[in-house]
C-alpha cells in the first residue's frame, strides 16, 4: 500500500518539477498556434484547454495503460518503478515534446517531422511505419473493446456485431471535423474514464486487498527477463510511441503554446495514474503473479479486466469500471485512423477540407483493418508493443535533433537523448530476442542492444561537439 501511495505521489511532483523543467528547455513562446493561424474547420479547430486536455488523455489512454499495465503485472510490484519513472523522465517529455514541436510546424505529424530533422530517408520511414502501427493501433483498439461489450450483451449482439459497429463509429471519427463528433462526445467519455479510476483505485484500497510492495526481484511466472520484456509490454502506461502520432492532432487544437505542459505532460502522468491503479488492482486482486497470469491466459486480458472490476466494485460499480475500460480503446482507436488519415494526406496531398478527399483516403484504410480484426489479439499486440516502442526511440531522437538544432546546450539536450539511448537499446534487444523477431539467445541479443544504443549516443555526442565548436 505505501508503494503505491508513494508512486501516485511522484507522479504528482514529476508533472510539477520535471514537467516545468521540460518546459523551460523547450520554451513556448507568444507565437500563433496551427488553431488560430490556419483554423480550417477540421482538423485545425481551436479547443479550450480543459477539452484539449481530455482529448488528448483519450486518445492516448487506449487499452494500453490497462491491458499492458495487467501484463506487466505479472513481473510483480518491480513494474510500479517502470510505469512511474518511464512516464516522467520519458513518456511525458516524449509528448510534450513531440506535440509542442509539432506545434511550430503547423501541426505536422512525426513522419513529415523526422523528414525535417533526420532526413529525406528518416521521413519515408517513418511515413510508412507510423501507417503500419495506427492501423495495427486502430485494429487492436477494435477487438478489445468489442469482447468485453459482447460479455454485457445478450448473445445475438456477439462480438463480431460489435466489432462491425465499432469501425462504422470510426469511419465517422475519421471523417467528421474534430470538434463536431469527438470534441463533443470525449469531455463525457472522460468523467467516465476518471469515474473508473477513481472507483478502481477505491476497491482496490478499501476492499480489504494487499497490495505488494516494490521489490527489485523478478516475479514472472514464466520467467520472461524483465529487460526488455517489461519495457515493451508496459508501454502506454509508461512510454509510448503511438502518442508522438497523436499529439500532433491536438497541437492543431491548442491556442497557446503555455498550454502544452498541461495538455501533453499532464496527460502522460494520469495515463499513467491509470497504468498504476490498474497494475496494483491486478497483482492486489489475484494475490500472486501466477494467479494473474493464469487469469490472463483463460480469460484473456478482457476477462480478465469483467472479473476484476465485477467482483471488486459489485454491479454498479463493476457497469462504470466495464465502461470505462470500454471507452479507453474505443477513443484510441478513432484518432489512431484519423491520424493515419492525416498522415496519408500528407504524403498525397490530398486537400482535407474535400470530404470526397478524406473517404478516398478513409474507406480502404479502414477495410484493411477489418480484415486485421480477425487476426489473433495477442500476435497484434506483440507486434503493436515492439512496434510503439521503437516509434518513441525514433520521436525522442527527432526531438533531440530539434533541441541540437535550436542551439541547446550540453545538459538541455539530454532530457531527450538519454530516454532515446534507453529506448534504443530495449527496441533493439527486443526484437533480437522476441519469438515474433529473431528469438536470439540474451547472450546475443544483450550486447548488440547495448551496442545500438551507445552506436547512436555517440553519434549523439559527435554532433553535439560540432555544434559547441
Known amino acids: 500500500m505505501i508503494s503505491l501511495i508513494l508512486s501516485l505521489v511522484v507522479l504528482l511532483a514529476g508533472y510539477f518539477v520535471y514537467g516545468r523543467f521540460t518546459e523551460r528547455v523547450f520554451g513556448p513562446d507568444e507565437r500563433q498556434t496551427p488553431a488560430i493561424a490556419i483554423n480550417d474547420g477540421v482538423d485545425c479547430v481551436p479547443m479550450p484547454l480543459w477539452k484539449a486536455f481530455l482529448v488528448q488523455l483519450l486518445n492516448i489512454a487506449g487499452t494500453g495503460p490497462i491491458f499492458g499495465a495487467l501484463m506487466g503485472a505479472c513481473f510483480g510490484p518491480i513494474v510500479f518503478l517502470w510505469i512511474v519513472l518511464g512516464s516522467i523522465l520519458g513518456g511525458a517529455v516524449h509528448d510534450y515534446m513531440s506535440g509542442m514541436i509539432s506545434c511550430r510546424h503547423r ?20 511515413r510508412i511505419f507510423s501507417i503500419v502501427l495506427l492501423v495495427l493501433t486502430g485494429t487492436v483498439f477494435v477487438n478489445s473493446p468489442a469482447a468485453l461489450i459482447a460479455r454485457l450483451t ?95 492532432m ?52 478482457s476477462g480478465t479486466v469483467y472479473e ?16 470505462g475500460v470500454v471507452v479507453c480503446p474505443i477513443t484510441s482507436g478513432d484518432t489512431a485512423f484519423r491520424s493515419a488519415r492525416l498522415i496519408l494526406a500528407e504524403i498525397t496531398r490530398l486537400d482535407q477540407k474535400k470530404i470526397a478527399n478524406r473517404l478516398l483516403i478513409t474507406l480502404p484504410m479502414l477495410c484493411i483493418g477489418a480484415v486485421l480484426t480477425q487476426l ?22 527527432v526531438a533531440t535533433a530539434y533541441l541540437l538544432k535550436e542551439g541547446k546546450d550540453r545538459f538541455a539536450s539530454l532530457l ?39 552506436l547512436l549516443f555517440g553519434l549523439y555526442v559527435r554532433v553535439l561537439r560540432k555544434n559547441e565548436h
Open 154 to 248: 445478450p448473445d445475438f449482439l456477439n462480438e463480431k456485431f460489435w466489432v462491425v459497429t465499432i469501425l462504422l463509429y470510426y469511419v465517422l471519427a475519421t471523417l467528421l471535423p474534430i470538434d463536431k463528433l469527438i470534441g463533443r462526445l470525449y469531455p463525457v467519455f472522460g468523467v467516465v474514464l476518471i469515474a473508473m479510476a477513481v472507483s478502481v483505485l477505491g476497491g482496490t484500497m478499501l476492499g480489504g486487498y494487499r497490495i505488494p510492495e516494490i521489490v527489485l526481484s523478478n516475479l514472472h511466472p514464466d520467467g520472461l527477463p524483465v529487460w526488455p520484456f517489461m519495457f515493451v509490454t508496459v508501454a502506454c502506461g509508461a512510454i509510448s510511441g503511438f502518442h508522438a502520432t497523436q499529439s500532433p
Open 416 to 454: 531527450t537523448a538519454l530516454p532515446a539511448t534507453f529506448m534504443t537499446g530495449v527496441s533493439a534487444t527486443y526484437i533480437l530476442m522476441a519469438k515474433e523477431g529473431f528469438g536470439l539467445s540474451s547472450m546475443i541479443a544483450y550486447p548488440v542492444g547495448i551496442c545500438a544504443a551507445l
Open 376 to 397: 489473433d489479439f495477442n500476435v497484434l499486440w506483440r507486434y503493436f508493443s515492439w512496434s510503439n516502442q521503437t516509434l518513441a526511440m525514433v520521436s525522442l531522437w
Open 107 to 126: 501541426g505536422d505529424s512525426i513522419a513529415e517531422l523526422s523528414g525535417v530533422y533526420l532526413g529525406n530517408a528518416a521521413k519515408w520511414g517513418m
Open 308 to 323: 476484476i472490476s465485477k467482483t471488486m466494485l459489485g454491479g454498479a460499480g463493476g457497469a462504470l469500471a466495464v465502461v
Open 250 to 301: 491536438i497541437a492543431k487544437c491548442i491556442t497557446s503554446e503555455k498550454q502544452g505542459r498541461t495538455v501533453f505532460y499532464g496527460a502522460m502522468i494520469a495515463e499513467a495514474v491509470i497504468a498504476l491503479i490498474w497494475a496494483s488492482a491486478g497483482v492486489a486482486f489475484y494475490g500472486t503473479t501466477e494467479l494473474l497470469n493464469k487469469a490472463i491466459s483463460t480469460l484473456g486480458q
